[in-house]
């Protein structure tokens, strides 16, 4: 009676009936049933009828699988317990791994339990077939009509995924100075138990470890990528720009950057490579010009100057020339009139290269030009060499130019009280005669400082030409006052101060003295 799941419990009668159709005729049609009374208890009778989820699976899936248990009996089923086993095959057995177990308190004839497990598939799940088996009343705690089928099985196949991952990137240098070209390696692999489709990679050049906001430098195309298996290498050549600071950058390799591919993982798709760059300097002139704008030859003048740092990084020692030109363009045949030197400058930064510098007595009236040239020995590499150069004009007035060349004494230590005698010469290095005569006078001090000297003797001379040079003899007494000892001997030209030149420092020369 396993089938008959509609009997109560009562008496019921068994019959047994022959030719239950009349297919023959019989002399006796009435002696076709015989009965006997049964006494029927009724018992339930649970099944799982329901198990399903997707077919195919994937590694790194999350899936669901659900069953249904119904009472098929006529009595109402106690508390029991559903499992739901992950198994290789179609039985249980010691090995299969319990995905979930449930309680039911009891169960009606004809109505349902539902029981749902989860199952969140390993990335290194082996691909292949497996199996979710539902046990019904696993623990046999409800005596049913029928025990023999309260287990259901479903079978379902896991399918390895790709995973490509950027397994190698590699430059022939990690230390350069911006501006350098490096060659660039890189390299994807499928590491996934699945096949990979086409997709791209990515190369980005950033001051960070990300993808956003840097900048692309390629995109390469990959074919299809079966399981475990290496893409073809990626290469190029790269030029740092010539922007990039003193800092470390990063390269970013992207496998798969579109995510065209669906992997079992997609956090490993980057690779970095740290690249620390040195910035190029760029030195340029901020300032540039002189306190007035007319000038006599031979005249003191301050030049104002300012050098920046334009560049991405720091400078090393370098020299700024200043120059004399007839125009505004620099050569190397300009005069050099004065250097400053700055042990080094860092990017963004300033330094002051304000100075002051004398003009040649010699110019002839007319323009010129103060030219400012940075770096000019050229020690310092920058990003560019071509700004340099400030000119600035001045206009120079030819003016004599009186100098004390030489002095010379005949004898040698000289005598307290005797005589001194010997030879001077003065010029006229400027770029216009005196116009005047001029004295040249005769001094002794004992500190080689100008100050309450001892007056000698004075010469008077005529006006001198420009660009002419003469010499004198002398002959005088000692002063009194000049005792024995250390004492020294100046040549003072146009001590009068009658000639207006374009340079008053370099009109004394000095003799050491030794007095007996």
């Given at each position: ?284 002139g901020y300032q540039h010009s002189t306190a007035g704008s007319s000038f006599k030859a031979g005249n003191t003048v301050t030049v104002y100057g300012g050098v920046r740092n334009y560049g991405s990084g720091p400078a090393g020692k370098f020299r700024v020339g200043l120059y ?91 005598k307290a009280g005797g005589y001194l005698e010997g030879t001077v010469e003065h010029g006229n290095d400027g770029g216009a005669a005196t116009g005047v005569g001029f004295a040249g006078s005769f001094y002794v001090s004992n500190d080689k400082k100008i100050g309450n000297d ?63």
């Amino acid at each position: 009676l396993s089938n008959q799941t509609k009997l109560t419990s009562g008496d019921w009668n068994l019959l047994y009936v022959t030719d239950q159709t009349n297919t023959h005729k019989e002399v006796n049609e009435k002696n076709n049933l015989v009965s006997t009374k049964i006494k029927v208890v009724a018992m339930p009778q649970l099944k799982p009828y329901y198990l399903a989820s997707e077919a195919t699976q994937w590694q790194g899936d999350t899936r669901y699988y659900t069953s249904y248990d119904r009472n098929y009996g006529t009595a109402k089923a106690g508390a029991y317990k559903v499992r739901h086993y992950l198994s290789l095959d179609k039985t249980i057995d010691k090995d299969d791994v319990v995905m979930v177990t449930r309680s039911v308190a009891e169960l009606k004839p004809n109505a349902t339990a539902k029981t749902t497990s989860v199952w969140k598939i390993p990335l290194s799940q082996k691909p292949g077939e497996y199996y979710v088996i539902v046990h019904t009343d696993f623990e046999d705690k409800v005596k049913e009509s029928n025990e023999t089928d309260n287990t259901r099985w479903f079978k379902f196949v896991v399918k390895g995924r790709p995973d490509l991952r950027s397994v190698s990137l590699s430059a022939s240098s990690t230390n350069v100075t911006a501006g350098d070209t490096i060659d660039i390696a890189a390299l994807t692999r499928n590491t996934g138990g699945g096949n990979a489709g086409s997709f791209n990679d990515r190369l980005f050049w950033a001051a960070s470890k990300t993808t956003n906001g840097a900048y692309l430098i390629k995109t390469f195309a990959q074919a299809a990528l079966p399981a475990n298996t290496t893409a073809k290498p990626v290469s190029l050549k790269f030029t740092v720009p010539k922007t990039a600071t003193t800092r470390t950058y990063w390269l970013t390799y992207y496998a798969d950057a579109f995510k065209t591919v669906s992997e079992s993982n997609e956090n490993n798709n980057l690779r970095f490579l740290a690249i620390n760059v040195q910035g190029i300097p760029d030195l340029k002139g901020y300032q540039h010009s002189t306190a007035g704008s007319s000038f006599k030859a031979g005249n003191t003048v301050t030049v104002y100057g300012g050098v920046r740092n334009y560049g991405s990084g720091p400078a090393g020692k370098f020299r700024v020339g200043l120059y004399l030109s007839s125009d505004a363009k620099y050569s190397k045949d300009d005069a050099l009139l004065k250097t400053i030197t700055r042990t080094g400058l860092k990017q963004y930064t300033n330094t002051s290269v304000t100075t002051s510098m004398v003009l040649p007595s010699n110019l002839k009236s007319g323009t010129y030009y103060v030219i400012q040239v940075i770096d000019d020995q050229s020690q310092v590499a920058e990003t560019s060499e071509t700004n340099n150069v400030l000119a600035y004009k001045i206009t120079v007035s030819a003016s004599p130019d009186l100098v004390a060349k030489k002095i010379t004494v005949k004898t040698s230590p000289v005598k307290a009280g005797g005589y001194l005698e010997g030879t001077v010469e003065h010029g006229n290095d400027g770029g216009a005669a005196t116009g005047v005569g001029f004295a040249g006078s005769f001094y002794v001090s004992n500190d080689k400082k100008i100050g309450n000297d001892i007056l000698q003797a004075s010469n008077t001379f005529i006006a001198l030409p420009a660009a002419k040079s003469e010499t004198a003899t002398y002959k005088f007494a000692l002063n009194a006052a000049v005792k024995p000892g250390k004492w020294w001997l100046y040549y003072f030209v146009d001590s009068g101060l009658k000639v207006s030149e374009g340079n008053e420092h370099n009109n004394i020369v000095w003799l050491e003295l030794d007095v007996k």
